[in-house]
């Protein structure tokens, strides 16, 4: 059965704190994604990355980077968080060539 | 730019009767279509979705409709259950976006009474 894990359900953090967010697929899955979701916005991209040490900026990649250093795990860092970064954080991956995106149960981080 | 509109923020429908979800698109080089469905404080699961060369999919209770010429695309579900109380996101992807990335529209919340 596919399977992706988020590292923590909940997050509570203070504005200017550095944020890592974890993402793992027990797919082998090439494609690895990173979504917000906000109300009334979707599910915006932010950073995706079709192989190990690749990345590529989605839609909103402004105060995030990402780091893939091995295929199952993929990671959203929040520089300097800031208060409208809080949002449900999404991550996702897939098998090149296949577009249904298989998703993990999400982060709410909320920053203070 | 939204190139992916679900207008309707919500939508209640009777238990038993049919659900019609609706989402429209600008992007006329997208080629693949999917619904999501999302439960509160779950990721979204994939539901159905279709390829432009096809005009209608249908997987038991769900069938999905593509009309090309006017951007458009509905989610049928026939007969409504409660547990179809979600959050459906449509989604669209275009060959030349590489990696497959999915554009989503803003979501509309499905509530079914009993």
């Known amino acids: 059965d596919v399977k992706v894990t988020q590292s923590s359900r909940y997050l509570v953090k203070r504005t200017g704190e550095k944020v890592f967010l974890e993402c793992v697929q027990d797919?082998?899955?090439?494609?690895m994604f990173w979504y917000r979701q906000d109300p009334g916005l979707g599910l915006r991209l932010i950073y995706f990355?079709?192989?190990?040490?690749?990345?590529e900026k989605g839609d909103i990649p402004e105060g995030y980077s990402v780091s893939r250093e091995k295929k199952e795990r993929f990671s959203l860092i929040l520089e300097s968080a800031s208060t409208n970064q809080t949002s449900m954080y999404l991550c996702?991956?897939?098998?090149?060539?296949?577009?249904?995106?298989?998703f993990g149960p999400g982060t709410r981080l909320l920053v203070l | 730019d939204q190139q992916v509109k679900q207008n309707s923020p919500s939508l209640s429908v009777q238990e038993g009767r049919i659900s019609i979800l609706n989402c429209d698109y600008t992007n006329s080089m997208f080629d693949y279509f999917l619904w999501y469905k999302k439960y509160p404080a779950e990721g979204p699961t994939f539901l159905i979705s279709i390829s432009s060369i096809k005009d209608k999919n249908e997987d038991g209770r769900f069938t999905v409709f593509l009309n090309k010429s006017a951007k458009h695309l509905s989610l049928h579900i026939v007969p409504s259950q409660p547990g179809d109380s979600a959050v459906y996101f449509c989604a669209a992807s275009a060959d030349n976006q590489g990696a497959q990335k999915l554009v989503f529209g803003q979501g509309t919340r499905l509530t079914i009474n009993p």
């Open positions: 990355s079709y192989d190990v040490k690749m990345k």
């Open positions: 797919m082998d899955h090439e494609n």
């Open positions: 996702a991956s897939s098998s090149p060539g296949i577009q249904t995106q298989y």
